[in-house]
């Protein structure tokens, strides 16, 4: 009787053994495939749901969007583009071919848009506010503006008080004026068209200095030099406010939805924050 351990056995096995490796590998290589199948699926359906939006904005907004435009992208892979401009400037992109997804601006012009039926109802909200602050050089003395009167007496003891042509300027220039001394702040007053060639005078400015200015637009000049006291007086604050809306055609509606939702995230509210946005 041939022995059970013998070369017959052996010989069958090894053909058995190679089967079992053969089927093996099969199974492994299909297996690579459905992952490789799986991964090339999601990222397919990952392209194939990012989206782009326009996005229309104030100027004064950029600082802070910039940056929460960035992280939207990296939190939901759809890309915001945004374009910053003035009310008449966004005005005349709205009524455009050109079609954009939300708008972001004063109430004056979001109102109007509303009226027109242009800006979901339910789908636009405030979402931020600009104040005016003083301002000084890095290093010398800060005005005391802890109150009204205290303003008033820094302002009359300032050897110079410098702002702006624009929408602050003029506000001043009333405020001023119902305080009572307009008069003895003009002749030491120095103006400029825009809010950084205020910045750039305050910084190399001498003596006893005072400037005006938004303050989201005060803090890109911070690491240059320039000081930031404080927000005017309570009683004679003026804030603009912002909002932000979706519009009715948004070509990517979904998405426009979900990036104003995210303008009020505690992410977003930081990021407008550390922008003088509050």
């Known amino acids: 009787m ?3 351990h013998g070369p017959s056995c052996a010989i069958s096995a090894a053909p058995r053994a190679r089967r079992c490796s053969r089927q093996q590998a099969s199974i492994r290589e299909r297996s690579g495939m459905r992952t490789v199948a799986a991964l090339l699926s999601c990222a397919i359906a990952g392209t194939a749901f990012a989206a782009d939006i326009r996005v229309l904005s104030a100027g004064a907004m950029e600082p802070g969007l910039a940056k929460i435009a960035e992280q939207f992208r990296r939190e939901t892979g759809n890309r915001v583009r945004v374009y910053f401009g003035t009310a008449p400037q966004l005005e005349r992109r709205l009524a455009s071919d050109d079609p954009s997804d939300v708008l972001i601006c004063a109430p004056g012009l979001m109102n109007d848009q509303l009226r027109r039926g242009k800006i979901e109802v339910d789908g636009h909200f405030i979402i931020g506010r600009v104040g005016v602050g003083v301002v000084v050089r890095s290093g010398a003395p800060e005005p ?3 109150n009204l009167e205290r303003f008033k007496q820094s302002l009359l003891g300032a050897d110079s008080i410098v702002y702006n042509q624009a929408s602050t300027g003029l506000y001043l220039e009333k405020l001023f004026d119902l305080l009572g001394i307009g008069e003895q702040l003009n002749k030491k ?18 003596g006893n200095e005072i400037g005006f200015g938004a303050i989201n637009e005060i803090k890109p000049f911070e690491p240059k030099g320039l000081k930031l006291v404080g927000p005017l007086p309570e009683q004679v604050q003026s804030s603009t406010a912002y909002a932000a809306g979706v519009l009715t055609d948004a070509p990517t509606l979904d998405v426009a939805r979900d990036f104003v939702r995210y303008l009020g995230t505690p992410f977003a509210k930081a990021a407008f924050a550390a922008a ?3």
């Open 276 to 278: 003088g946005i509050e």
């Open 144 to 146: 005391d503006i802890a």
């Open 189 to 206: 007053t120095i103006r400029y068209a825009g809010s950084a060639q205020v910045f750039e005078h305050v910084i190399g400015g001498r």
């Open 2 to 4: 041939p022995s059970l």
